[in-house]
């Protein structure tokens, strides 16, 4: 198993009419041992921004870290919150500044824009951007991920539809893949409220 | 390219599998297979050692109790970190009084428990009696042995009920076989071992003691990543063996440790 194996992971992303929702597996192993089952994988930025961090465990709490050290210290200078264009292009450079030594995450990035336009992506672990604009996947259960997605999404989906597309997606994959699942987290962000659920999903 | 099988003939006649032998079908001694026809044998033999996978990624146990021989196993099949069926069989019906147990490669645990079985058969027909564990058990790890490290993957309980009794034995694709009152194989096995000997007495009931290995198979797939699916619990008596229950492991967990629901507001109660 390779290093981006070693803890397990699985994150998604969806976009609706004026929300997103973002979603992630709870368990943390070394290999095939569960050692937790409420690791956080997501995490806020500011109101309208969310990073979900998959791949090795100390560099998904160490990146995290760094970006909410940066976010900081450019709301003290702007005097606002960062646009998660811009945040994308800061999470990517921060991974490339470390090309021949990375960190060996890959994250997910949710965010509502100008005018309440949800933007989602993802990068690999060196920092190359991929936008999309339905659904975006990353994990051991990736492959999983994106057939459920595929089969699954449809544009402008409302709120609560959003919620209940993510979670079928999310825990129909992660039953397929031994190193992660047991339960699921989900945040599902309009422009007036943040929605944090966790889900019961198989614990085996 | 004849390569030099006298490794594989004993003493009995030997008779392979293609041959047409009006006797027999074949399977009163070690099988024989065609080996393959290429320049690097040796190469390809490692290679197709690594693409079975010998990973043994799976939860087996059994152990002897006042009623006989309690028989459980998890059903998941996993590639690496892909899961490939939550509903495999892993308890096989040597015949109705033994059991046995799958751990390790699937294909070799099939093939070489129903070639027991069909062993047995001939050997109470031959023998005008039932073959006992320890003999059946012997069958099957010298077998084992003479394909020793040709890369089969075989961790395997014979557990049965015989004249003297019930019995237990492990035996692996290393041509092992031992004798004992609790085992359990597989990846999640410690988990199992951790449930399975604070519980453990040996005056249970029936009841007692499939509970005891239910719990002990569930705590292993929440634990472990390779085992889940569904706990199968046998019992094996002296009247041959039953199944007892075949519990879905995540409803299981919910059963042992029920979501508590979040008080949302105080309700006005009644003194009792």
């Given at each position: 198993m390779s290093i981006f194996e070693y803890n397990g992971s699985a994150v998604v992303a969806m976009v609706g009419k004026n929300c997103f929702a973002i979603a992630s597996d709870r368990r943390l192993g070394v290999q095939l041992q569960t050692i937790a089952t409420d690791f956080q994988r997501i995490s806020k930025i500011h109101d309208h921004l969310f990073i979900g961090l998959s791949g090795l465990a100390t560099d998904v709490q160490t990146l995290y870290q760094r970006l909410v050290f940066r976010h900081k210290l450019y709301q003290l200078r702007e005097e606002r919150d960062m646009k998660p264009e811009t945040f994308a292009s800061l999470v990517s450079a921060i991974l490339y500044e470390k090309r021949?030594?990375?960190?060996l995450c890959q994250p997910v990035i949710a965010g509502l824009g100008d005018d309440n336009k949800p933007f989602i992506c993802t990068m690999d672990s060196i920092g190359a951007k991929e936008l999309a604009k339905d659904f975006v996947v990353s994990g051991t259960a990736s492959e999983s991920l994106y057939g459920a997605c595929e089969a699954m999404f449809k544009p402008d989906m409302e709120a609560e539809e959003l919620f209940e597309t993510i979670s079928q997606a999310l825990l129909s994959s992660v039953d397929r893949d031994c190193l992660s699942g047991w339960g699921g987290h989900v945040y599902v962000v309009t422009p007036d409220e943040i929605k944090e659920k966790i889900l019961k999903g198989r614990m085996d | 390219m004849k390569l030099d099988t006298s490794g594989f003939e004993t003493t009995m006649p030997v008779i392979g599998f293609g041959s047409n032998s009006?006797?027999?079908?074949?399977?009163?001694s070690v099988p024989s297979f065609d080996l393959p026809r290429t320049t690097d044998f040796d190469g390809f033999q490692k290679k197709s050692v690594e693409m079975v996978?010998?990973?043994?990624g799976t939860t087996t146990l059994a152990f002897i109790f006042k009623e006989g021989v309690m028989v459980a196993a998890d059903s998941r099949a996993s590639m690496g970190g892909y899961?490939?069926?939550?509903?495999?069989?892993?308890?096989?019906?040597?015949?109705?009084y033994m059991l046995g147990t799958m751990a390790g490669g699937a294909a070799d645990c099939q093939f070489w428990h129903r070639n027991l079985g069909i062993k047995c058969r001939l050997h109470e027909l031959a023998n005008k009696r039932r073959i006992s564990v320890s003999g059946a058990s012997k069958l099957l790890a010298n077998m084992l042995y003479s394909y020793r490290g040709m890369g089969l993957s075989v961790g395997t309980m014979i557990a049965g009920w015989d004249e003297t009794g019930p019995g237990l034995y492990y035996v692996d694709n290393e041509g092992g076989r031992l004798k004992g009152d609790r085992f359990s194989v597989g990846s999640g096995s410690p988990y199992a071992y951790g449930v399975l000997d604070s519980g453990?007495?040996?005056?249970?009931?029936i009841e007692e003691a499939s509970e005891l290995a239910r719990r002990s198979i569930y705590h292993a797939t929440f634990r472990d990543g390779a085992s889940g699916g569904v706990a199968s619990v046998y019992h094996v008596g002296p009247q041959g063996w039953t199944k007892l229950s075949g519990d879905d492991v995540g409803e299981l967990h919910y059963h042992y440790y029920p979501v508590a629901p979040a008080t949302a507001e105080h309700v006005m109660e009644e003194a009792a």
């Open positions: 021949f030594g990375p960190y | 009006e006797m027999l079908d074949g399977v009163s996978k010998p990973a043994k899961i490939s069926s939550q509903s495999v069989k892993k308890i096989i019906e040597i015949n109705p453990y007495k040996f005056d249970m009931s």
